[in-house]
């Protein structure tokens, strides 16, 4: 949608072709249905891909004020919230959509919806795109250029389905090989039953090739299959790139991520020589979700968990102290694509100008948005680089750049 309102503010004559029954469904989901716009924050280390350099040319002239700058003028009235964070201050994403929609409609897009694209060639003349069904008179047929900005493959119940591949190979591209990014973890573990449906606020670090390639801190939720929430889908990226390189992975949970080591070991050691009488399964009940207590102790080595906590050694007091620490998971994959928010990989962007955003094989063919090898952490910023790089492609293809 930013494409199409680009290239026809720069005086081209847009057609918008969507699968759909009608533009945005995707959006209307982002930000829990209230739309997070961008992110006050756009250190470079939020973006990611196998070329982490090359959103930084685009980002750097269309930032977060320049995404405020164009939803301000289209109508919304951002509101910025914890950690850098923007919505609209209706907190409605269907208000987004309005205005892109209206915005559209005011320029003179031509929208065709229900019109699946399933080829877009290359011709002496231009770009002869092929949908399904075929669109009204005037509206198929041959174009001069072409923006793909079809999106990935997270979350195929709003319309994701990852044919913006097929059409970008079909026109010569690389395609680097898709993985859920933003998405839960699947672990392996006897204890995912009885955590199953557990929230608390700690902290979770990947571990990988000997050392920690990510880590967040927050809400962390355990599922019949692993574990979601923020923390987690923050680390999912780097999870799932060093499973796609065939990497044993770890997922090391801190149940308590507020104290320090030392500080932990004497919370837990006073707490046992206070109530010695108490079963052990008893002692950590007002100190740690009820729920998580049982698989702390029995992964902490206790069998008995009616035992007083009188006689429980100090060497297993220690070891539920580094449970509670550092907690080790294997990960076995990241969640379905179902559960995904982003898709990690796409098309190769060493194919793509990074300034033009124009194909480096095909003249006249420009990408955008999730169908590149770019994705962003959780808080805005894959919807940052969705507008920016829409903006992009569709003022550069206007202009025939």
């Known amino acids: 949608m930013v494409a199409a309102i680009a290239a026809s503010r720069a005086g081209a004559e847009v057609r918008l072709f969507e699968k759909g029954e009608r533009v945005g469904r995707k959006l209307l989901a982002t930000g829990n249905g209230r739309c997070n716009l961008t992110n006050i924050d756009l250190d470079p280390a939020h973006f990611h891909g196998c ?32 950690r850098g964070r923007v919505f609209p201050r209706s ?38 795109v092929v949908a399904d069904p075929v669109p009204p008179a005037g509206a198929g047929g041959t174009v001069d250029r072409v923006v793909l900005a079809t999106g990935g493959r997270a979350a195929p119940g ?14 010569g591209h690389r395609i680097l090989e898709p993985f859920p990014a933003l998405a839960p973890l699947r672990l392996s573990s006897p204890w995912l039953r009885q955590l199953q449906g557990t929230r608390f606020d ?26 979601s929430g923020p923390a987690v889908l923050d680390v999912c990226r780097a999870a799932g790139e060093c499973l796609q390189a065939g990497d044993t992975v770890h997922l090391n949970v801190r149940l308590v991520a507020d104290l320090e080591p030392d500080v932990l070991r004497q919370e837990v050691a006073r707490r046992f020589e206070h109530l010695p009488q108490r079963p052990v399964s008893a002692v950590l009940v007002g100190f740690l979700n009820k729920r998580l207590i049982p698989a702390v102790l ?6 008995d968990l009616e035992q007083p906590a009188g006689s429980v050694a100090a060497a297993v007091r220690g070891r539920i102290a580094e449970t509670l620490r550092s907690w080790s998971f294997e990960v076995i994959g990241t969640g379905p694509w179902a559960g995904a928010q982003v898709t990690a990989g796409g098309v190769d962007v060493a194919d793509v100008d990074p300034d033009t955003l124009q194909s480096r094989l ?35 293809a206007a202009r025939g750049a």
């Open 91 to 128: 907190g409605q994403a269907s208000s987004v959509l309005d205005v892109l929609r209206w915005r559209m409609e005011e320029l003179g897009v031509q929208v065709l919806c229900g019109a699946t694209v399933q080829a877009v060639e290359r011709t002496a003349a231009g770009f002869r």
């Open 158 to 171: 709003l319309g994701a389905d990852g044919s913006g591949y097929l059409l970008a190979r079909s026109l």
């Open 202 to 227: 700690g902290a979770v670090e990947v571990l990988c090739r000997g050392g920690v390639v990510a880590q967040s801190q927050g809400e962390v939720l355990f599922t019949d299959h692993g574990a």
């Open 298 to 303: 029995r992964e902490s080595g206790v069998t």
């Open 51 to 82: 070329v982490p350099t090359f959103p930084r040319s685009i980002l750097a002239r269309h930032d977060s004020a320049w995404t405020l700058r164009l939803f301000e003028d289209l109508g919304i009235t951002p509101v910025v919230e914890e």
């Open 362 to 396: 095909v003249r006249g063919l420009f990408l955008a948005g999730e169908v590149l090898d770019v994705d962003g952490d959780c808080g805005g910023f894959n919807l940052q680089w969705a507008w920016a790089s829409g903006h992009v492609a569709g003022e550069n």
